[in-house]
């Protein structure tokens, strides 16, 4: 597995190469320093080169080493890889270390210290000066602090690539989080996305044969999306809008009065970090591994919407049984014919009709036409990202599917049919299904039939509820009282 990683671990080098920022020095324009592109490119040239230099004297001392020495010796190689890879992509802020914090949980067969290190910048990464941060939140919203809340923390609940997070008690009681942008980032990381020729190379990299041209467009619009707080915050009020009081799903409101392009307050969730359910008894994981499975399908099936961010930093074990889901910077809008290709799709896998699969992958433009392969050659290799549904069974999500997920995405080498795919825009987001979602799901080992829970959300067949949270579901769509009983 870790051959199919060491992509995943060249883009996070050499993409660098193109987004780097250096340090957390404070400077006229905030925490990130703006060196220009050349001082960039030249830090993380000497990072590669220093990664390079000590894995070849590494190896040339375990040629003659004991087997305990090699072993020794490749542990503090990998150490050593983690500590450098981390720490830049920790101390640069931006699209960088939100390609860290999807590494972090794409774990399976990732060594042990890569692993643990990346796992820290999911909700940990190094944040702005809690003065800073405060001052920040004054100046955009325009008033005094002491006008517009009781309280707030200078210290962070919690950090990450684009902003960090306070937690405040406003003027009239109520207890909310205050999510600041960190100032100057937006200026960096557009200057980071002209760069289009590098991008596409990366992307290049990672899905060979596809043409990057209008798939860096889509990544750049909606990294630029990412950056508008007040485009958040007409995320959150759609998905608040139609989830509101559903029984297993909460999506906190945001406060208008105290929200701006970068600053983005919301309801405080009081509960706990995801990562605690995976201590949790099997019977609760399966139920949350239920509600993500719902939330990400009813949103796409039902909705048109995809929130393009699932990892653990993002959702919150809420104290009264829900999970929260809190970050909505990164969405995409669907048509509905749009949905109707992923449809097309789902219908043919199921049907096991081959020649119908093919048609209509080379007809949505997720294969090339022509590929040298049979009809069954071709359906049997997509197969894998349908397993889930395939059989009306209870079926357990487990490391091993999501790591052959994984390694199908991104290990052309050994997979020939993989360098005739490709990415069109309208599926570019949906990938995080199986780079994010399943590798979540695989953590928590949850346990469903999938694919009757799936029936309950296809438009086209809009079955009975299978499970105990489908039958809570469905009084709650009848109930009106939400955007999913309109």
């Given at each position: 597995?870790?051959?199919?990683?060491?992509?995943?671990?060249?883009?996070?080098?050499?993409?660098?190469?193109?987004?780097?920022?250096?340090?957390?020095?404070?400077?006229?324009?905030?925490?990130?320093?703006?060196?220009?592109?050349?001082?960039?490119?030249?830090?993380?040239?000497?990072?590669?080169?220093?990664?390079?230099?000590?894995?070849?004297?590494?190896?040339?001392?375990?040629?003659?080493?004991?087997?305990?020495?090699?072993?020794?010796?490749?542990?503090?190689?990998?150490?050593?890889?983690?500590?450098?890879?981390?720490?830049?992509?920790?101390?640069?802020?931006?699209?960088?270390?939100?390609?860290?914090?999807?590494?972090?949980?794409?774990?399976?067969?990732?060594?042990?210290?890569?692993?643990?290190?990346?796992?820290?910048?999911?909700?940990?990464?190094?944040?702005?000066?809690?003065?800073?941060?405060?001052?920040?939140?004054?100046?955009?919203?325009?008033?005094?602090?002491?006008?517009?809340?009781?309280?707030?923390?200078?210290?962070?609940?919690?950090?990450?690539?684009?902003?960090?997070?306070?937690?405040?008690?406003?003027?009239?009681?109520?207890?909310?989080?205050?999510?600041?942008?960190?100032?100057?980032?937006?200026?960096?990381?557009?200057?980071?996305?002209?760069?289009?020729?590098?991008?596409?190379?990366?992307?290049?990299?990672?899905?060979?044969?596809?043409?990057?041209?209008?798939?860096?467009?889509?990544?750049?619009?909606?990294?630029?999306?990412?950056?508008?707080?007040?485009?958040?915050?007409?995320?959150?009020?759609?998905?608040?809008?139609?989830?509101?009081?559903?029984?297993?799903?909460?999506?906190?409101?945001?406060?208008?009065?105290?929200?701006?392009?970068?600053?983005?307050?919301?309801?405080?969730?009081?509960?706990?970090?995801?990562?605690?359910?995976?201590?949790?008894?099997?019977?609760?994981?399966?139920?949350?591994?239920?509600?993500?499975?719902?939330?990400?399908?009813?949103?796409?099936?039902?909705?048109?919407?995809?929130?393009?961010?699932?990892?653990?930093?993002?959702?919150?074990?809420?104290?009264?049984?829900?999970?929260?889901?809190?970050?909505?910077?990164?969405?995409?809008?669907?048509?509905?014919?749009?949905?109707?290709?992923?449809?097309?799709?789902?219908?043919?896998?199921?049907?096991?009709?081959?020649?119908?699969?093919?048609?209509?992958?080379?007809?949505?433009?997720?294969?090339?036409?022509?590929?040298?392969?049979?009809?069954?050659?071709?359906?049997?290799?997509?197969?894998?990202?349908?397993?889930?549904?395939?059989?009306?069974?209870?079926?357990?999500?487990?490391?091993?599917?999501?790591?052959?997920?994984?390694?199908?995405?991104?290990?052309?080498?050994?997979?020939?049919?993989?360098?005739?795919?490709?990415?069109?825009?309208?599926?570019?987001?949906?990938?995080?299904?199986?780079?994010?979602?399943?590798?979540l799901m695989g953590k928590l080992e949850a346990t469903a039939n999938w694919r009757a829970i799936s029936?309950?959300?296809?438009?086209?067949?809009?079955?009975?509820?299978?499970?105990?949270?489908?039958?809570?579901?469905?009084?709650?769509?009848?109930?009106?009282?939400?955007?999913?009983?309109?």
């Amino acid at each position: 597995m870790w051959r199919g990683l060491r992509l995943l671990f060249l883009m996070l080098v050499g993409g660098a190469l193109v987004v780097w920022r250096l340090g957390r020095g404070t400077t006229e324009d905030g925490p990130i320093a703006h060196a220009n592109r050349a001082q960039r490119t030249t830090a993380m040239a000497l990072l590669a080169a220093r990664r390079v230099t000590d894995r070849t004297w590494t190896k040339g001392r375990q040629r003659l080493a004991s087997d305990e020495t090699r072993r020794r010796l490749q542990a503090g190689l990998e150490r050593r890889d983690a500590d450098d890879v981390v720490a830049a992509l920790g101390n640069m802020k931006g699209a960088m270390m939100k390609l860290g914090q999807m590494a972090s949980y794409l774990d399976e067969g990732m060594p042990e210290p890569m692993r643990e290190a990346l796992a820290g910048l999911r909700s940990d990464a190094p944040p702005m000066p809690g003065d800073l941060a405060l001052s920040e939140i004054e100046r955009s919203l325009g008033a005094p602090l002491h006008e517009l809340f009781q309280e707030i923390d200078t210290e962070p609940m919690a950090s990450a690539s684009i902003g960090q997070v306070h937690r405040a008690i406003t003027v009239d009681g109520r207890k909310v989080a205050v999510k600041v942008q960190y100032p100057g980032i937006a200026g960096v990381i557009a200057a980071d996305l002209d760069n289009s020729e590098a991008l596409a190379m990366m992307l290049s990299m990672i899905f060979p044969g596809l043409d990057p041209n209008e798939l860096v467009a889509e990544l750049r619009a909606r990294v630029n999306e990412e950056l508008d707080y007040l485009n958040e915050a007409s995320n959150v009020r759609a998905f608040v809008d139609y989830y509101r009081g559903h029984p297993h799903i909460w999506i906190p409101d945001v406060i208008e009065e105290l929200s701006t392009r970068d600053v983005l307050t919301t309801e405080l969730v009081e509960g706990t970090r995801f990562e605690e359910i995976y201590n949790r008894p099997q019977e609760e994981r399966d139920r949350v591994g239920e509600i993500l499975y719902r939330f990400v399908f009813r949103s796409l099936n039902r909705q048109y919407v995809f929130n393009g961010d699932p990892h653990p930093g993002n959702y919150l074990l809420a104290d009264d049984g829900r999970v929260a889901f809190i970050d909505f910077g990164l969405v995409k809008h669907f048509e509905e014919d749009e949905v109707d290709q992923f449809a097309r799709l789902i219908r043919a896998m199921l049907d096991r009709d081959a020649a119908e699969f093919r048609r209509t992958a080379e007809e949505v433009e997720v294969l090339r036409p022509g590929a040298p392969f049979s009809d069954d050659e071709i359906f049997d290799w997509f197969a894998a990202y349908y397993e889930l549904i395939l059989e009306n069974e209870p079926l357990t999500v487990t490391p091993e599917y999501s790591a052959r997920l994984l390694y199908k995405t991104f290990d052309a080498r050994t997979n020939a049919i993989l360098k005739h795919t490709n990415v069109p825009p309208t599926f570019a987001l949906i990938q995080r299904i199986n780079l994010g979602l399943f590798s979540l799901m695989g953590k928590l080992e949850a346990t469903a039939n999938w694919r009757a829970i799936s029936e309950e959300l296809w438009v086209w067949t809009d079955a009975a509820p299978s499970t105990p949270m489908g039958e809570d579901e469905a009084a709650w769509v009848a109930s009106g009282i939400s955007g999913a009983g309109r």
